[in-house]
């Protein structure tokens, strides 16, 4: 898994793997940029938010921790080296089904929330996303209020 991560950076791996393995990664690698994208936008990248982003990355894909953190590291490059979020977007949309994409979109609130409070760009960088992954806004503030539940 993790040479085809490599390959898409620029390393050599074996070009022999399906399609269908290729945007099995490519979909993971663009779900954890999101992930990430969402930790940056207060500034504040801390230890908190990696743990929650680890720990959903883990649950989601069922990734073990060193796995986990690898695609962490190449998410977060891949997140730095972007300047916008569609590419991400547009992966996770064609790939995940409307319950899916509202998984994703729960899983940012738990991220922009893993720090206790909500900053005015995390809360911006949801609503586009939340409409670039075609999730209603109804069903963001459920898994919103979901997330805000859960840490009370």
Known sequence: MFDRIKEM????????????ERAVDDLQLASAALLVEAARMDDDFGADE???IERL???RFSLSVADADTLLGAADKASADSVELFGFTSKIKDAFDEDERIQMV???????YADGRLDDHEANLLRRVTGLL???DRDSGEARKRVLDRAS
């Open 106 to 112: 729960e899983m940012l609130w738990e991220v922009v």
């Open 50 to 52: 990696y743990a929650v």
């Open 57 to 59: 990355l883990r649950e």
């Open 134 to 136: 075609y999730v209603s």
């Open 9 to 20: 950076f620029g390393g050599d791996a074996d070009s022999s793997d399906s399609p269908r």
